[in-house]
């Protein structure tokens, strides 16, 4: 080192010397080589102070150095302790401000007090791997062609500090420069040497051809699968593989357009863990998502030997993935968290994480729940088991943020495959938009000519959506209602006069008919359809498929937000009125990023060569409003929920305590704390303040809450642990004040007054189903009104103990949720009842409130209470002495789930959704419960009641015959083991 030094005095002031050096550094400040003797570091070790002697013969105009090793700190990364040191570490900071003479940049890996860290991962420390990852061309650096100085430290720097906050450490580079303008460079070539000593590292590169796939590890058998379904890979694809590591375990953060090719870059990650025989987790924020994920990966990968699996019930069954028996597991962010609370060996059996739509965590609801999830993973890469993590997300604002807090590249992509022209549709029928790919503004004159019919929008929606569907094209119109939707359907349906979407009719379920189902019938029937809460996800899929089959008859879909997120609907226009979301206190406006996510559904790629999107704005302060606030406005910054009023904060204790200590195990409240402070919350407060900590009076009150309630416990050695009723809020995805709550409603009672009725009761006053909407007649609120009369004399017939009863009254903030909480306990008896669709409709509306329909309600709130169900039964064994009702509850989530009656549940237990509700309602009315008799029935029998369906036939055969099996093994009644004791 010293031979290379003394040859560079021969450099010429117009010359630029780059030299680099990663290793250990003493804490008396001498940098180790290679060849240093450990027993004569005075002699074979180069200090600081030879360094800068050295430096001073260099007379190249410019000079780079970069240390990456430690020089004080004493933290054990990559410092060696000596006997003697220097007097302190501002004699390291002197001799560096002297190398950062005239024409020099320094770049240290941190702080003269500060420890340099290692990645395991990469074999470097943390600025090495930065730093050739810069110096290879890595665009966040790239000035054209070539590499900018000024760009490649403030990134370096970026990367260094997140790298060792993901770590749980702390680690700021130091950068100390003398130089005038910048300095660019080529981009630096990996060589012969760089392949020979990195080969885990080595890059293959691919092109936009699919078939290039199999350059960097891909079988054959995929590759030629992926280029059936895609012509090319796109840039952004192409750029997650050559630029940002996808395919090498880089952590990622892909922030991109509806229709980019996102969730391929997240397949592919996933595929890669696969073929090196680790396993990929696929997260999702709705059930409706991970079933259609599921049946994508089935059809594209199953046929390749990939096993997926699903997870979103509580009915699920999640051995397989406890036990390691999958490849790709697809779940939503609830259940997996769940998952990793009560069984953590699941993360360290994981090579990938995907999560896809990871903008939701600003959700008001779902937010705090991924939020935790992050951060348990991130806890969890501290102490060894490091997956891959990918985030997949809509344009946001800035999303650098939530990139540096899980220690993510950010690759953002902005651009959209096909060019999208947004604008509005202004109250003289002229369309002001910017043209996609210019941005260009342009006001196009008489797009529309207004019907003047009803003064409404529908006078502006029917002539533009004629207009388009004359062009050739498909359309959704989005509306902020689901009675707006159906009701735009219909009259589009009459007024439009186009063929029948026959194929998408003869699909429909004959049996268990919700009034929404058969008003989607007569919208097909006219070529239109409606997409929202109040159909099953069977019939939402259903719409979706058709309107994107080649050659469909379905033109037109009017929807709401439901079709908004993940769903592959190939529209060439949207459409949208309305951009406000109904609110208990009143409409919530919705967010940039949310409209910019219902207009990228236009223009979808290998449907359409543009897309279009038509916001109506039928007066001029509506234009201005329209267009400063959405159509020219930036999506909003990822925010955190952690922090937000509405979080509770001893939720997030339960929660941490649950992750860190073993059942039965402690930790110190210190611990808890380091682990809030982990969060994307507090990453993104320090940001603003380096010196934030978390609120320690705030966490104290939390903790002593929980203790009153009896959910922890402090041990004498000043660690605290969870009790068994804490568990149960810290291993689900159950608040603290639901337990609370639930505790207070059931404990008490007799072992009899704990029946079914009373735990679905019990439920209703908790926070997540406070959570849920539900039609009524907000004027029909007080005691003697009819319609609270009704549901609680119902609830009181069925002998629903008086104290639960109380329960619904409990921390309500207004006269309705009483009658809100009783009515959602009977729409869910009648839905396990086996009542049929429409007449639970019936009776829910009878007092009005409810608009078109309630059937997504009633499915939602049945949903969530069967995710509750369980919590609540646990807390009745605890607080209900001699209480055992596992298998009771065991039938009851089956039912839940289902929506069937007792009789049915054997043959639900094993078939599961490969039957439809309205299926086991036929079965049951043909008096085809019992699993024998099933066995027995003739096929015809059975095909009468399963719409001549030979697969649910196929279905019905083999769930029948387990369910006898079943039965058979639960009536062998064991022998003695052991024979009588003799003394």
């Not at 180790?32 to 013969?57: C, I, P, Q, W």
């Not at 987790?281 to 990966?297: E, G, N, Q, T, W």
């Not at 006269?815 to 049929?836: D, H, Q, S």
């Amino acid at each position: 080192m010293i031979r290379h030094l003394d040859a560079l005095s021969a450099c010429h002031p117009d010359d630029t010397v780059f030299v680099a050096f990663s290793g250990h550094g003493t804490d008396d400040h001498k940098l180790v080589t290679h060849d240093t003797d450990l027993d004569d570091l005075e002699g074979t070790a180069l200090s600081l102070v030879e360094l800068e002697r050295k430096f001073t013969n260099i007379q190249a105009g410019r000079l780079l150095l970069v240390l990456d090793c430690c020089f004080s700190g004493g933290m054990g990364a990559k410092v060696l302790k000596v006997d003697i040191r220097s007097r302190d570490a501002s004699s390291a900071e002197f001799r560096l401000d002297a190398l950062a003479g005239e024409g020099r940049v320094i770049l240290t890996a941190s702080a003269a007090d500060q420890p340099a860290w290692e990645d395991d991962r990469r074999g470097h420390g943390l600025l090495t791997s930065a730093l050739v990852d810069a110096l290879s061309g890595t665009p966040e650096v790239m000035d054209g062609t070539h590499v900018s100085l000024t760009r490649l430290i403030a990134h370096v720097v970026s990367r260094v500090q997140a790298s060792a906050v993901a770590m749980g450490k702390r680690q700021l580079p130091g950068v100390r420069a003398a130089i005038e303008g910048d300095v660019r460079w080529p981009v630096f070539i990996r060589g012969a040497r760089w392949e020979q000593w990195f080969p885990a590292l080595a890059r293959a590169y691919v092109d936009p051809d699919p078939s290039s796939l199999a350059r960097v590890g891909f079988p054959t058998g995929l590759v030629a699968a992926w280029s059936k379904e895609i012509s090319s890979l796109n840039d952004l694809q192409v750029k997650a593989i050559n630029d940002y590591g996808i395919l090498r375990g880089e952590h990622l953060v892909v922030s991109a357009p509806t229709s980019s090719g996102k969730t391929m870059v997240g397949e592919l990650a996933a595929l890669t863990a696969v073929i090196s025989n680790r396993r990929a987790i696929f997260l999702l924020p709705l059930k409706a998502l991970v079933a259609d994920k599921r049946r994508h990966f089935t059809r594209l990968y199953g046929p390749h030997g990939v096993k997926t699996f699903e997870a979103t019930g509580e009915t699920d069954d999640v051995g397989p993935l406890l036990r390691g028996k999958y490849d790709i597991a697809l779940l939503t962010y609830e259940k997996f968290c769940a998952v990793a609370v009560r069984f953590p060996h699941v993360l360290s059996g994981v090579g990938v994480i995907v999560v896809d739509e990871a903008q939701m965590l600003a959700d008001i609801q779902r937010g705090a729940n991924l939020e935790f999830l992050l951060t348990l993973v991130l806890m969890r890469k501290r102490t060894g088991a490091e997956p891959q993590i990918v985030a997949l997300s809509a344009v946001v604002g800035d999303a650098a943020a939530l990139a540096g807090w899980l220690g993510a590249r950010l690759l953002r992509h902005i651009e959209r495959p096909v060019p999208l022209d947004e604008g509005l549709i202004l109250w003289d029928g002229s369309f002001r938009h910017l043209v996609g790919g210019s941005g260009e503004e342009i006001t196009t004159t008489a797009k529309v000519s207004r019907l003047r019919r009803t003064d409404s929008n529908k006078d502006w929606i029917i002539p533009l959506v004629r207009s388009l569907v004359d062009e050739g094209q498909q359309v959704i119109v989005f509306r902020e209602l689901k009675g707006e939707a159906s009701g735009s359907a219909t009259y589009l349906a009459a007024s439009l006069e186009l063929p029948p979407a026959a194929e998408a009719v003869a699909s429909l379920p004959e049996r268990d008919q919700s009034r929404s189902t058969r008003a989607l019938r007569a919208c097909l029937a006219g070529g239109v359809a409606f997409h929202h809460s109040d159909l099953t996800p069977d019939e939402r899929r259903i719409v979706e498929e058709e309107f994107r089959r080649p050659g469909s008859g379905l033109r037109v879909i009017a929807a709401t937000t439901t079709l908004a997120m993940g769903v592959n609907t190939p529209a060439n226009s949207v459409v949208i009125c309305g951009l406000h979301h109904p609110g208990r206190d009143g409409p919530v406006p919705y967010s940039v990023a949310e409209y910019k996510n219902l207009v990228g559904r236009a223009g979808r790629l290998g449907y359409a060569d543009r897309g279009t999107s038509y916001l109506l704005a039928t007066s001029p302060v509506l234009e201005d409003d329209l267009w400063r606030r959405y159509v020219t406005a930036e999506p909003e910054d990822v925010t955190s929920r952690f922090l937000r009023k509405g979080t509770d904060m001893r939720t997030l204790i339960v929660r941490v305590i649950a992750s860190v200590a073993s059942f039965g195990g402690s930790i110190a409240p210190g611990d808890v704390v380091a682990f809030l402070e982990a969060s994307f919350g507090a990453f993104l407060q320090r940001r603003g303040d380096d010196n934030w900590v978390w609120d320690r009076g705030a966490f104290a009150s939390s903790l002593d809450g929980l203790r009153a309630h009896d959910l922890v416990e402090a041990r004498a050695d000043g660690t605290v642990a969870l009790t068994l009723l804490g568990r149960i809020a810290g291993e689900g995805s159950i608040e603290v004040a639901s337990v609370i709550r639930l505790v207070r409603a059931i404990r008490g009672l007799k072992t009899d007054e704990v029946t079914d009725p009373a735990l679905l009761v019990a439920v209703q006053s908790t926070v997540e189903l406070d959570g849920c909407h539900f039609p009524s007649n907000k004027k029909s609120v007080k005691p003697h009104h009819k319609e609270p009369q009704a549901w609680v004399g119902e609830l009181r017939r069925l002998g629903v103990p008086a104290q639960v009863m109380g329960a619904l009254h409990w921390d309500t903030t207004d006269e309705v949720a009483p009658t809100l909480r009783a009515k959602k306990a009977v729409a869910a008896l009648l839905f396990i009842a086996g009542k049929p669709m429409d007449i639970i409709e019936t009776s829910m509306l009878q007092f009005g409130g409810g608009g078109d329909g309630a059937a997504g309600a009633v499915r939602n709130v049945t949903s969530r209470t069967c995710d509750m169900i369980p919590a609540a039964a646990r807390v009745a064994e605890l607080v209900v002495p001699g209480l055992d009702i596992a298998g009771r509850i065991e039938r009851l989530l089956v039912r839940l789930t289902h929506g069937v009656p007792g009789a049915t549940v054997d043959l639900a237990r094993e078939c599961g959704a490969s039957l439809s509700r309205g299926d086991y309602l036929a079965l049951a009315e043909a008096h085809l419960t019992e699993p024998q008799r099933v066995v027995s029935a003739p096929d015809v029998l059975l095909l009468s009641c399963l719409g001549d369906d030979r697969e649910k036939l196929i279905a019905i055969r083999r769930g029948a015959e387990a369910s006898v099996a079943r039965r058979a093994v639960a009536a062998i009644v064991p022998s003695p083991i052991l024979e009588p004791y003799e003394a």
